[in-house]
T-cell receptor
């Protein structure tokens, strides 16, 4: 499994754009990159997933450089409700282990007024 | 669409007692996961099922933990006997099991306190 490295914590202010970077130097050819968000007393919630280049949905963007050894989750104009822990996962792509991935300790994002 | 259901939500037991957790995944999801999340840490995968077969249980302490997924739907996770260090939130998740999508849908978890 590819090991991921993220900053332990980040602070931001309401209305700012937040970029959280994840390193995954040993990512395999078939691996996908997935980000989850977790609020206290809840299970993680899927945010976005990508394989290469850029992926955008209604809540975030995911930037993946050509070498795929890192990825950046971008949250536009954060609000107080975005305060949470964000996890980067790298998942194996073969059918036997479809979905097999490992959570690190995540990045605690604190959004201040 | 109903989400992943787990019960109970909270459980307090004494060490050396037994406990069981139940999970009902999203209908049609082939893959089911059990995670242990200790306070301040990310979820740690205990066991992964693909339908009713085990894909990965490498981090499951098999001397005290067991899990089953009968008929490839509901699942139970059991701890017998419990230790103090088992105090954690136990999360169940399910996914469609497609190779191109690893989106996992998590339940609310069961918070276990071992005294």
């Amino acid at each position: 499994l590819a090991k991921t490295t993220q900053p332990i914590s980040m602070d931001s202010y309401e209305g700012q754009e937040v970029n959280i970077t994840c390193s995954h130097n040993n990512i395999a050819t078939n691996d996908y990159i997935t980000w989850y968000q977790q609020f206290p007393s809840q299970g993680p919630r899927f945010i976005i997933q990508g394989y290469k280049t850029k992926v955008t949905n209604e809540v975030a963007s995911l930037f993946i450089p050509a070498d795929r050894k890192s990825s950046t989750l971008s949250l536009p104009r954060v609000s107080l409700s975005d305060t949470a822990v964000y996890y980067c996962l790298v998942g194996e792509g073969d059918n036997t282990n479809a979905g097999k991935s490992t959570f690190g300790d995540g990045t605690t994002l604190t959004v201040k007024p | 669409e109903a989400g992943v259901a787990q019960s109970p939500r909270y459980k307090i037991i004494e060490k050396r007692q037994s406990v069981a957790f139940w999970c009902n995944p999203i209908s049609g999801h082939a893959t089911l996961y059990w995670y242990q999340q200790i306070l301040g840490q990310g979820p740690k995968l205990l066991i992964q099922f693909q339908n009713n077969g085990v894909v990965d249980d490498s981090q499951l302490p098999k001397d005290r933990f067991s899990a089953e997924r009968l008929k490839g739907v509901d699942s139970t996770l059991k701890i017998q006997p419990a230790k103090l260090e088992d105090s954690a939130v136990y999360l169940c998740a399910s996914s469609p099991g497609l190779a191109e999508s690893y989106e996992q849908y998590f339940g609310p978890g069961t918070r276990l306190t071992v005294t």
